[in-house]
Every structure is written in structure tokens, then in C-alpha cells.
């Protein structure tokens, strides 16, 4: 069985990084195939939004481009479910610039 490794180059975004507020880290995996950036992305519930939206904000212009796909995942502590919740508008709308959206639509977590 051969062993595949996937070569990737880590991005750093310490400078963006403030405890509690925004935890990011980006790989860009090496292909000839295709150009993609995926992002993963930490906000606490109790962390500060304004600061959140600002800074994810900054880090997708550094790496918005017509033929770079953009993928982002993580826990953002918004609720999806709730049909007009403030902090999702406003994150919709950031997404929006870039062409981006939310897919996940559903419950991520057990409401025990």
C-alpha cells in the first residue's frame, strides 16, 4: 500500500489571533490541480464580535482572488437557526463581499 502525504503550506495569522475573540490558521494545499485556501476559525461565545467581524474581514481580503476557492470552517458561535439574529446578518453580509455564504443549516451541537 503506497502512502500519499497531501504538501500543504501553513500561512501564518498570529497577527490576527486574539484570545477568545478570533483563533485562525490557514493551509494551502500544493496541487496542479486546483488553487484553495482553507481556513479554519475560532470565536468563543463570550468573545468580543465587533473584533471578530473586523479581523476575519481583513484576513479574506489578504486572500480573496478571482481563481483562489476559499473554504472556512470552525465554531463561530453563531446561531443559524434563529431566522433574524443580528450577529448573522452581519456576518452574511462580511461573507457576502467576498462572495461567500454560509452552508451549514442545521444544529451542530446536542440542545440537551
Known amino acids: 500500500m503506497e ?3 497531501l504538501k500543504y503550506s501553513n500561512i501564518d495569522l498570529d497577527k490576527y489571533c486574539k ?3 478570533i483563533e485562525v490558521c490557514v493551509l494551502k ?8 485556501c482553507i481556513m479554519a476559525v475560532c ?3 463570550t468573545g468580543n464580535f465587533n473584533l471578530f467581524l473586523n ?3 481583513d ?3 489578504t486572500f480573496h482572488k478571482v481563481d483562489l476557492q476559499l473554504i472556512i470552517c470552525g465554531d463561530i458561535n453563531i446561531d443559524y437557526l434563529t431566522g433574524n439574529d443580528k450577529k448573522k446578518r452581519q456576518l452574511d ?3 457576502l463581499t467576498y462572495n461567500l455564504s454560509a452552508t451549514v443549516y442545521f444544529p451542530t ?3 440537551d
Not at 494545499?29 to 484553495?36: A, G, L, R, V, Y
Open 3 to 5: 502512502k500519499r502525504t
Open 19 to 21: 484570545d477568545q475573540d
Open 29 to 36: 494545499p500544493k496541487s496542479t490541480f486546483f488553487n484553495i
Open 43 to 45: 470565536r468563543a461565545l
Open 55 to 57: 479581523r476575519l474581514d
Open 59 to 61: 484576513i479574506i481580503k
Open 93 to 95: 453580509a462580511v461573507l
Open 109 to 111: 451541537r446536542s440542545q
